[in-house]
């Protein structure tokens, strides 16, 4: 049984940071792609950033320079650190694990709630 489970939300004040943590089960994670989406309330999910299994990183342009997506094969865990936080970024954050060759196996975590308020 594959699990993501994701920690490390919560409240944050603008131009704070957090640092969310991501733990899968039940795949070979060496070989995943793992990413992090967020969708705020009334908006579409979007990609955050993802890391491929060769540890190349991609960011959407809003976070570019604020958040940094890394991964522990060891561990079986990818990160997102968090700095600068706007409240713009205020979402749910998803973790995702994407095996980019067999398409169908792509699976979420259930979400943690971020909020950048004053």
């Known amino acids: 049984q594959v699990q993501l489970v994701e920690s490390g939300g919560g409240s944050v004040q603008p131009g704070g940071s957090l640092r969310l943590s991501c733990a899968a089960s039940?795949?070979?994670?060496?070989?995943?792609?793992m990413g992090w989406y967020r969708q705020a309330p009334g908006k579409q999910r979007e990609l955050v950033a993802d890391?491929?299994?060769?540890?190349?990183?991609n960011y959407a342009d809003s976070v570019k320079g604020r958040f940094t997506i890394s991964r522990d094969n060891a561990k079986n865990t990818v990160y997102l650190q968090m700095n600068s936080l706007e409240p713009e970024d205020t979402a749910v954050y998803y973790c995702?694990?994407?095996?980019?060759?067999?398409?169908?196996?792509?699976?979420w975590g259930q979400g943690t709630q971020v909020t950048v308020s004053s």
């Open positions: 995702n694990a994407k095996n980019v060759v067999f398409k169908e196996f792509d699976y």
């Open positions: 890391i491929t299994n060769g540890r190349i990183t």
């Open positions: 039940g795949i070979a994670f060496s070989i995943y792609t």
